[in-house]
């Protein structure tokens, strides 16, 4: 079946502008996690959905970082005035729910945001 | 504070030469440890969980093992295939629900 999914691939933006990121997780999986990934570096945890529980925002950096999951599946991370240390490869995965392993998440391929 | 620490940053292999990364970590309590692979422009891939120390998972030239405070990634007569990045992360306590991560291991197999 499909994986996971995210869009656009690439996106460049001038400093100061609003971006939005989205991804289509797995049909079916209740957990939905948003990483951010910058060069050389391990992940970052951003914030995490499961199912219609409140989202665990603690990852968010700044309150220029928002994110939402609508009707419990397609998600999208929004950088309002973006910054030059905004660029990164932002990450999104996906799995099952609350049962199984927490690790054996399934991820997309991620978005590159350069920031100008 | 959690920390999960991976290391060499990077390797260099010929093929054939058998090696360990590692990846250790200093959590309150572990309640997981991850491995993953990821390759150039592509999201990590979930290779092993391992939950107590002595544990060990194996798949195809790659084995993963864990004790109390590190986890070591034995990969046995590597191919340039298996040439990615390799990511540790760590469950830190009982309910945690998002993982730590270390920086990461580029691991490069030359023919």
């Known amino acids: 079946g499909a994986g996971v999914s995210q869009s656009p691939s690439n996106k460049v933006t001038e400093k100061g502008k609003d971006v939005e990121l989205r991804c289509d997780p797995i049909s079916g999986h209740t957990a939905l996690y948003w990483y951010r990934q910058s060069l050389g570096q391990g992940l970052e945890f951003l914030i995490y959905f499961q199912g219609n529980s409140a989202p665990d925002k603690s990852g968010l950096p700044s309150d220029r970082f928002s994110a939402e999951r609508t009707g419990g599946s397609v998600s999208t991370l929004t950088i309002q005035r973006t910054q030059q240390e905004d660029s990164a490869v932002y990450l999104c995965?996906?799995?099952?729910?609350?049962?199984?392993?927490?690790?054996?998440?399934?991820f997309g391929p991620g978005t590159r945001l350069t920031v100008t | 504070e959690d920390q999960v620490t991976q290391s060499p940053e990077a390797l260099r292999l010929q093929e054939g030469e058998s090696s360990s990364l590692n990846c250790s970590y200093t959590?309150?309590?572990?309640?997981?440890l991850f491995w993953y692979r990821q390759d150039p422009g592509k999201g990590p891939e979930f290779l092993f969980t391992?939950?107590?120390a002595g544990e060990e998972k194996e798949k195809e030239r790659l084995k993963a093992t864990l004790t109390k405070k590190e986890s070591f990634l034995h990969i046995t007569a590597p191919k340039p295939e298996d040439s990615a990045t390799y990511l540790c992360?760590?469950?830190?306590?009982?309910?945690?629900?998002?993982?730590?991560f270390g920086q990461g291991t580029r691991l490069t197999i030359n023919p």
């Open positions: 995965a996906s799995r099952p729910g609350t049962s199984g392993a927490l690790g054996e998440q399934y």
């Open positions: 992360a760590v469950r830190p306590w009982e309910g945690a629900q998002k993982l730590v």
């Open positions: 391992l939950y107590s």
């Open positions: 959590v309150s309590g572990l309640r997981g």
